[in-house]
Nanobody
Framework: VQLQASGGGLVQAGGSLRLSCEASGRTFSSYAVGWFRQAPGKEREFVAAISKSGGSTYYGDSVLGRFTISRDNGKNTVSLQMGSLKPEDAAVYYC????????????????????WGQGTQVTVSS
């Protein structure tokens, strides 16, 4: 499956942004999807994940309550709605997909994801 992330940009602190991850290729509903981010000089960080059906979600501690992940399997799209953005949210955001069991220890580890999008830059001004 090929993934295309989009929606990044410049936003003021406290603002909102919606990222999208569009998939093409194989059956999208066969894959759990995760969002990760990487700021300059830092390791890639887990942001959020959603199960194959969309019935389960999981968030990293730093975004819990501010970000919402959702998916539309009919449109082969996963979205990440980001709110109350902080300067520390600035990073390149990546979406990733894999046929994973819904286990927290699995879905929050980047090494378990097979397919990756190219990343989209999010900049938050203070």
């Amino acid at each position: 499956v090929q993934l295309q992330a989009s929606g990044g940009g410049l936003v003021q602190a406290g603002g909102s942004l919606r990222l999208s991850c569009e998939a093409s290729g194989r059956t999208f509903s066969s894959y759990a999807v995760g969002w990760f981010r990487q700021a300059p000089g830092k390791e890639r960080e887990f942001v959020a994940a959603i199960s194959k059906s969309g019935g389960s979600t999981y968030y990293g501690d730093s975004v819990l309550g501010r970000f919402t992940i959702s998916r539309d399997n009919g449109k082969n799209t996963v979205s990440l709605q980001m709110g109350s953005l902080k300067p520390e949210d600035a990073a390149v955001y990546y979406c990733a997909a894999a046929d994973l069991p819904w286990l927290v220890i699995v879905i929050k580890r980047e090494r378990h994801y097979e397919f990756w999008g190219q990343g989209t830059q999010v900049t938050v001004s203070s």
